[in-house]
């Protein structure tokens, strides 16, 4: 079961990588991953440096894809972007954390999907 889903997260990512270039985004890294966690796209958008996480459903039963990003998530998607920014020395670029949702074939790009006070 583990490997499947792991196969449709990557199945959901390749999708999601797509989407972004195809909306301008330049893709930087795809699943970076340190000691704290994982983020599954960094990637820049007109000068902004947007994490990015993605996440799939094959139907809004359940809710949406982007509902099931808690607080707990968001938080440690912000201190993974923060080891990100101090390993690249990226200090002085604004930064975005975005999300992809992919419902079905749908796919539903929300960019500023949420906002972390990122302190260094």
């Not at 889903?5 to 989407?19: D, P, T």
């Amino acid at each position: 079961m583990k490997k499947q889903n792991l196969q449709k997260g990557k199945i959901g990512e390749a999708k999601a990588v797509y989407h972004l270039k195809k909306t301008g985004y330049t893709i930087i890294q795809t699943n970076f991953r340190c000691s704290i966690g994982e983020i599954d796209i960094i990637a820049q958008d007109n000068g902004v440096l947007a994490f990015v996480e993605v996440k799939s459903r094959k139907d809004t039963a359940y809710g949406y894809p982007s509902e099931a990003i808690g607080y707990k998530k968001r938080q440690n998607i912000a201190k993974v972007a923060i080891t990100y920014i101090k390993q690249n020395n990226l200090f002085d670029m604004p930064v975005r954390f975005d999300v992809v949702e992919i419902i079905g074939d749908e796919i539903n790009l929300i960019k500023d999907a949420f906002s972390s006070n990122i302190r260094y």
